[in-house]
């Protein structure tokens, strides 16, 4: 949002120098004149030379080198562009801000939206390309140089990257970013002490980063200065109690300075939370046979032992703080940053949930499509692509992604339970069943497992199967209440053991109290015993507690009508014949038939009539 209000804020600016009472009037013609609607996929592309509004301008340049307002092509893209943003249409945003530029050259602003955009959507070459222009012409411009040193540096010009950055630095020396990477690449060189002065001018700029923090102890680590280590890594810990690594490293600090108890507290916090870790507890098995520092694992490494060796990725722990934090579009561009470096499987799955969460399934799927060629034979990866591609209602992929983790893990129930539901949704119901069986035949004490399968027998019209299914379910657990309110429900429609249906009920309400398909099947329950007053006043608390429903709305016509009330029950039966008609999605396969309830409705009108 604080974004966007900039963004507005720099309209005044786009469109025209001063304020007038023709702006409104300006933009309405120059949109009436527009080809294509606002938000179609192809408005990037459209010819705007012949609207109204872009005569005028032109006619107005003819006139004047400066014209009382800018391109209206500009601020058409630019409303397309952010309508594209908030979409999380982000190649296309990117697109549309590469309009606004061609046509107002000198909105600043927009170039560094552009950049950006391009890499959050890693076309990293065209965003060096195009940051360079836009440096040619602003070139006090930050951002756009903090931007270039990352991508630089992520394709290994070191050297190239560390003139952007030191530009940066002179531009605006209150940002901590710019001396925090250039001393990672300076460390990644070999120019160790190089680098923990970098550290330390990003430290004086923001004490309290982590990553500063962390990064300026690795540096008086690898000098020896370990009391100043210690302290720069306690900070990073305090700032961040889930920055591993920082506490990895503070563990040997201690342990390099004699300070075994202290080393075994943060080296036994470690194990709590990685208890697979076997340099650590080679460590700690060390430090409790000696007692002190075992003065092995020093090597070379100026003090840092081989496991801590190797320079963590400064891109993937800002990615990662971005992504705590909420701050996904940042995160983004971190990881495309990340991945130019190294391909590997974290930062695809990160990005993977950033998409899910805005809504770009598509994305989402592209990113562990990407993960399948990774590890091919990673069932999780499988499973998780299999959901994704069900969200965007390609079953039949999914199928055959199940399918194909079922041949690597064949005695997995879960995964025959998952074949049967992507089946299920693909309305192929007698492979649903067939998989669901097997899914029992691997583990027959799921009650789940018999409730799906009973529904599923009922939906294919075995009704005695089903109910035998439900009855297996409530014996593994008594309080299933889903299982408990189906015989109850069906007991209802088949007329017959009405008493043992209000237990079942009785004891499915005890569960969900509120459940209003319970309390229908309740009053569906007292209606085919005979007592509609009883039936009503649970039909009317199911009201309360569903959404609009024409199964229940045929049931309330049915018990009023049985009331006499033929008013009250023609007006409910009208309510479902409409949610029946324009029904928004599936009804589990129990629907009321239309022209049944217009017959009801007929029939109530006549007795009406009569009634006159």
């Known amino acids: 949002m604080k974004d966007t209000t900039c963004e507005l804020n720099l309209i005044s600016g786009l469109i025209q120098r001063r304020t007038s009472a023709s702006l409104l009037m300006f933009c309405l013609l120059f949109l009436a004149n527009c080809a294509t609607p606002i938000g179609t996929p192809d408005s990037t592309n459209i010819d705007l030379s012949s609207s109204y509004a872009v005569r005028s301008f032109e006619d107005s340049k003819k006139f004047s080198q400066q014209p009382d307002a800018r391109d ?79 991508i630089l ?31 990672s690449l300076l460390e990644g060189t070999g120019k160790y002490d190089q680098a923990l002065e970098e550290y330390k001018k990003g430290a004086s700029i923001e004490p309290n980063n982590p990553l500063v923090q962390f990064y300026l102890g690795r540096a008086f680590l690898r000098a020896n200065q370990l009391q100043e280590a210690e302290k720069s890594l306690e900070k990073a810990i305090s700032l961040k109690p889930n920055l591993l690594q920082a506490r990895h490293h503070l563990a040997w600090v201690l342990e390099r300075q004699g300070k075994t108890i202290e080393a075994l507290k943060e080296y036994g916090l470690l194990l709590k939370l990685k208890p697979g870790n076997l340099s650590i507890k080679n460590r700690v098995s060390k430090l409790h046979a000696s007692g002190s520092l075992s003065p092995d694992g020093a090597g070379s490494a100026g003090g840092i032992p081989s496991e801590l060796e190797k320079q963590p990725n400064i891109h993937m722990r800002i990615a990662t703080i971005y992504f705590e934090q909420t701050l996904y579009m940042r995160a983004l561009e971190e990881f495309q940053l990340v991945l130019v470096e190294r391909d590997y499987k974290d930062p695809h799955v990160l990005m993977a949930r950033i998409y899910e969460v805005h809504g770009r399934l598509d994305k989402a799927v592209e990113e562990f499509e990407k993960l399948r060629k990774l590890e091919p034979e990673s069932l999780d990866i499988l499973l998780y692509t299999a959901r994704l591609y069900s969200l965007m209602k390609n079953t039949q992929k999914a199928v055959d992604l199940l399918n194909k983790a079922v041949e690597i893990e064949p005695n997995n129930d879960q995964l025959f339970h998952s074949l049967a539901l992507a089946y299920m949704a693909q309305n192929e119901n007698d492979r649903a069943i067939e998989n669901m069986n097997k899914a029992l035949a691997l583990d027959s004490k799921k009650d789940s497992y018999y409730f799906e399968l009973g529904a599923l027998m009922e939906k294919q019209g075995d009704y005695k199967g089903a109910m035998e299914k439900m009855r297996q379910a409530i014996e593994l657990n008594p309080l299933h209440s889903n299982a408990h309110n189906f015989l109850g429900y069906m007991y209802a429609l088949e007329g017959r053991d009405l008493d043992q249906a209000l237990e079942h009920l009785k004891k499915a309400l005890t569960t969900q109290p509120r459940n209003g398909y ?24 199911a009201l309360i507690y569903t959404e609009p429903d024409p199964v229940l709305y045929d049931h309330l016509g049915d018990i009023l009508f049985s009331l006499k009330n033929y008013d009250e029950a023609s007006g409910a039966w009208k309510n479902s014949l409409f949610l029946t008609v324009n029904q928004k999605g599936d009804l589990g396969g129990e629907a009321p038939d239309p022209e049944t309830l217009k017959n009801k409705i007929d029939k109530a009108r006549n007795l009406l009539q009569q009634s006159y």
């Not at 092509?73 to 530029?101: F, G, I, P």
């Not at 329950?525 to 509609?532: A, R, V």
């Open 518 to 541: 319970f309390l229908d099947s309740l009053g569906w329950i007292y209606f085919k015993k005979g007592e509609s007053e009883k039936a009503l006043t649970q039909i009317q608390k």
């Open 153 to 183: 540096s992520s394709q290994g010009k070191v050297e190239e990257a560390i003139r952007h950055y030191d530009r940066a630095s002179q531009i605006h020396s209150g940002n901590a970013r710019a001396p925090l990477l250039k001393g």
């Open 72 to 150: 209206p092509r500009s601020y058409y893209h630019y409303l397309m562009a952010l309508q594209a943003e908030k979409q999380y249409q982000m190649e296309q945003a990117a697109l549309h801000y590469k309009e606004v530029v061609q046509h107002d050259p000198e909105a600043e602003r927009f170039h560094e939206k552009w950049i950006r955009l391009l890499l959050r959507t890693g076309q990293l070459d065209e965003a060096v390309r195009v940051g360079q222009n836009a440096i040619a012409r602003f070139p006090e411009n930050e951002e756009i140089e903090i931007i270039l040193g990352d």
